[in-house]
């Protein structure tokens, strides 16, 4: 499975920016997606998980109510829609998937395809 993360961008605080995930190869298997991010200097950390029908969702606690993570199977695509951006949001985020997780995991190693991670600047 190969992922490509696209949508990042250059924003004010505030703002609104959307990213895109598409996936490509083994489609046909029922993949876990979550998006993580990385701050210069901070260790990787989770943003959002949505299960492969998209009925269940989980964020971090900092990006709850902010963000919204949603996926379209047809296009083999997942998104995460990020609304009142804040400064501290500013990351290289990437996309990541998983076949084998029963839930929704926070965890970074537990996904075993990522994407090549796209930049996201916030600024005052």
């Given at each position: 499975v190969q992922l490509q993360a696209c949508g990042g961008g250059l924003v004010q605080a505030g703002g609104s920016?959307?990213?895109?995930?598409?996936?490509?190869?083994?489609?046909?298997?029922?993949?876990?997606m979550g998006w993580f991010r990385q701050a210069p200097g901070k260790e990787r950390e989770f943003v959002a998980a949505i299960s492969f029908g998209g009925g269940s969702t989980r964020y971090a606690d900092s990006t709850k109510g902010r963000f919204t993570?949603?996926?379209?199977?047809?296009?083999?695509?997942?998104?995460?829609?990020?609304?009142?951006?804040?400064?501290?949001?500013?990351?290289?985020?990437?996309?990541?998937?998983?076949?084998?997780?029963?839930?929704?995991?926070?965890?970074?190693?537990?996904?075993?395809?990522?994407?090549?991670?796209?930049?996201?600047?916030?600024?005052?």
């Open positions: 920016l959307r990213l895109s995930c598409a996936t490509s190869g083994r489609t046909d298997r029922r993949y876990i993570i949603s996926r379209d199977n047809a296009k083999n695509t997942v998104y995460l829609q990020m609304n009142s951006l804040k400064i501290e949001d500013t990351a290289v985020y990437s996309c990541a998937s998983d076949r084998t997780l029963a839930v929704l995991s926070t965890i970074p190693r537990s996904y075993n395809y990522w994407g090549q991670g796209t930049l996201v600047t916030v600024s005052s």
